[in-house]
């Protein structure tokens, strides 16, 4: 045996060993895969991050590719502690009251289950701030845009969260104590993060020249569409750690949550395709990719409970959704460069009702119905609201929206004093070094 092959065995062995080690002791193996499981879907949810970082940089000009992505990458650092100092108690404490989390703030976990569990709960408040960066593109000041983004991450997303997975025993969040079905995040992650993105639009309006003043859409093209496509491939297989990591603690429904997942974003490719055949707008890959990821979205909420048929059919709505929203959010000249008040708000909105629709044995269940619905609209009315009220006083406290001249040159030259493609710049002006 080679040298090499000799030291992939030992490196397998040497992960394997300490999990064998306790299979001697019932519980406790299991319990140590389990913690291995979430550890590996921590790892696969910020793998996503590297997805948006590629979908929302390709579908902006080169000239803000840099400021993009410096979103993303940020997001997550300071995100992440805001969600730890603040964040995770708000949203998993002692809830007696069933609205907020009152305990557990900056916790430090002794357990392995413990310590990842707040991991991939940071990795989902991470991506909940993400999901904003992308539909705010090439006019938002750097700064502001990130004290709004931990903002969200601390407070706005953990609240909502409280209320549809905090508490445990007798003291749940008043949603979860209704019954509201939420498995991964479809309304708590997703319609959060969409309609989050939604509010901030309405406060910083369209991009320059976006609209005519007939109405007319002009379009503004992203400067790497394969960029776009290898990003939507990256979510799309994080996802499966996303909704994997809410599998039963006995892996009991761990496969039918892994293959709900894939033929949701079938479907969502499928929808997607035949919208655009119906209203012969052209086969346009970014609206196929976001189909895609709308019928990801979609199946978010329920894909413990669907059935193949269920997640096929969610997916394929969720497809058609994508492509049809984004033309209702054109008529009220709302710019979202990468389409995720469409993808997440109106894809994980519907996701959420999907849960109700598709409950696999009991469907249409009319008061499982009413008490969805009851947590879409919530959802709505406290992310739009709280997001539209955040961005709206920073953009009173300082200026959210850069300048026309800036907006023109472009965010990477003008803020970060780096761009992108030094290769294609012709005579950059040296004074902005």
Request: net charge neutral.
């Amino acid at each position: 045996m080679k040298l090499n092959q000799l030291l992939r065995w030992g490196l397998v062995a040497s992960l394997l060993l300490p999990f064998c080690a306790q299979a001697q002791d019932g519980g406790a193996s299991q319990d140590s895969v389990f913690i291995l499981w979430i550890g590996l879907c921590s790892a696969l949810v910020l793998v996503m991050q590297s997805g948006f970082l590629l979908l929302e940089g390709g579908l902006v000009r080169s000239k803000n590719a840099i400021n993009v992505i410096l979103k993303n990458l940020t997001d997550i650092g300071l995100g992440t502690v805001g969600y730890w100092i603040l964040g995770f108690g708000l949203m998993f404490g002692a809830n007696s009251s069933g609205w907020i989390g009152t305990s557990n703030f900056m916790p430090s976990p002794t357990t392995g289950a413990g310590t990842v569990d707040l991991l991939y709960q940071s990795m989902f408040a991470a991506t909940a701030a993400t999901i904003i960066s992308g539909s705010l593109a090439e006019r938002v000041s750097f700064l502001p845009y990130i004290i709004g983004a931990l903002f969200v991450t601390s407070f706005i997303y953990p609240v909502f969260g409280s209320w549809a997975w905090g508490g445990s025993g007798d003291e749940l969040g008043w949603l979860r104590a209704l019954g509201f079905h939420d498995m991964a995040g479809g309304a708590v992650v997703h319609a959060v993060g969409g309609w989050c993105a939604l509010g901030a639009l309405l406060v910083v309006g369209p991009r320059t020249g976006r609209y005519s003043r007939k109405g007319d859409v002009n379009r503004i093209p992203g400067h790497s569409l394969p960029f776009v496509a290898l990003g939507g491939f990256i979510l799309w297989f994080g996802w499966f750690g996303f909704n994997g990591g809410s599998a039963a603690q006995d892996f009991s429904n761990l496969g039918s949550i892994l293959l709900n997942t894939h033929f949701g974003a079938i479907g969502g490719i499928c929808g997607s395709i035949l919208t655009l055949l119906i209203i012969r707008r052209g086969f346009m890959m970014t609206h196929i990719v976001n189909g895609m990821l709308g019928g990801l979205v979609s199946v978010t909420a329920g894909a413990d409970i669907m059935s193949i048929g269920g997640a096929l059919l969610t997916g394929t709505i969720a497809g058609m959704l994508v492509v049809v929203s984004r033309n209702v959010l054109h008529n009220f000249r709302v710019d979202d460069v990468v389409g995720a008040v469409s993808v997440h708000g109106f894809c994980g909105s519907w996701g959420v009702l999907a849960v109700a629709l598709f409950y696999q044995g009991d469907p249409f269940n009319v008061e499982r119905i009413i008490t969805q619905l009851v947590g879409i609209s919530v959802v709505f009315v406290w992310a739009f609201g709280a997001s539209f009220l955040t961005f709206w006083l920073l953009n009173k406290v300082s200026n959210l929206r850069v300048s026309t001249r800036v907006e023109q040159r472009g965010l990477d030259i003008s803020e970060h004093k780096e761009i992108g493609y030094n290769d294609f710049m012709t005579n950059p002006a040296r004074s902005d070094y």
